[in-house]
């Protein structure tokens, strides 16, 4: 069953169009330049919600990327679809191409051969990394999107739309089974609700005793 869902995924339901997208939306390094001008910009202009935001972010990705998603991928050593199955589609961005060509890297242009790279998995069982389970890049993203919904209750949530799209990109490029993502979501939505909740009860603890102009001003921590 999984299995022919990720053939669906990754070889039916595909274009050209589809395959710049998701190439571009599971690559992490093409989204750093902007992610980071955004970071500083909050840090810079944004007061203290913004800056709480930031750290609490910052922390929770510590925890699930560093801790939890790298634990696990030790301790559950999974193999990546690409690795145990043949002939499937793996997708990559050569991303120097792609930023040269950035303004038609979603459209109908001459040469997206050369920045999209397709070719179909041939697996080796002596090089399977046997890390699949969990997607970091959905934890990460659905954790995300929860902190920002925490925090900017009335637009946050829209984080959601491009995380689930990061999710579905993972299947589609060959990297993750459809269940490390289904589960790597609802991991990152239980790990942050518990991390959240400890994050406020700690600021309800420390904030009256350490900062007491700065807690009088925010008694929470959105």
């Known amino acids: ?17 589809l395959d710049a997208f998701m190439a571009a939306m599971s ?19 944004g007061r203290f919600r913004a800056r709480a935001m ?20 030790h301790l559950i050593k999974r193999p990546r679809p690409n690795e145990v ?10 991303l120097h191409h792609a930023i040269q060509r950035l303004p038609s890297l979603f459209g109908a242009a001459p040469g997206r051969e050369r920045w999209v790279v397709i070719h ?4 080796d069982p002596d090089t399977a990394g046997g890390r699949s389970f969990p997607s970091d890049h959905t934890l990460n993203n659905v954790c995300a999107a929860m902190v920002l919904t925490y925090f900017y209750r009335r637009f946050g949530w ?4 491009p995380a689930a799209v990061v999710a579905y990109s993972r299947v589609y490029v060959g990297s993750h089974w459809p269940s490390d993502v ?5 991991m990152g939505i239980g790990m942050s609700l518990l991390l959240l909740a400890g994050y406020e009860a700690l600021w309800q603890k420390i904030g009256p005793r350490w900062l007491p102009r700065l807690y009088k001003a925010h008694p929470t921590l959105a």
């Open 1 to 17: 069953m999984e299995e022919h869902l990720l053939t669906l995924i990754n070889r039916d339901w595909t274009s050209p169009a």
């Open 27 to 45: 690559s992490l390094h093409f989204w750093i330049v902007p992610i980071l001008l955004t970071v500083l910009a909050a840090a810079i202009r």
């Open 54 to 73: 930031l750290l609490v972010l910052a922390l929770t990705l510590l925890v699930s990327d560093g801790i939890v998603g790298d634990g696990l991928k």
């Open 85 to 94: 199955v043949g002939g499937v589609r793996i997708v990559a961005l050569n």
């Open 120 to 123: 179909p998995s041939r697996p």
């Open 158 to 161: 829209l984080f959601f739309i």
């Open 182 to 186: 289904a589960i790597s979501c609802i």
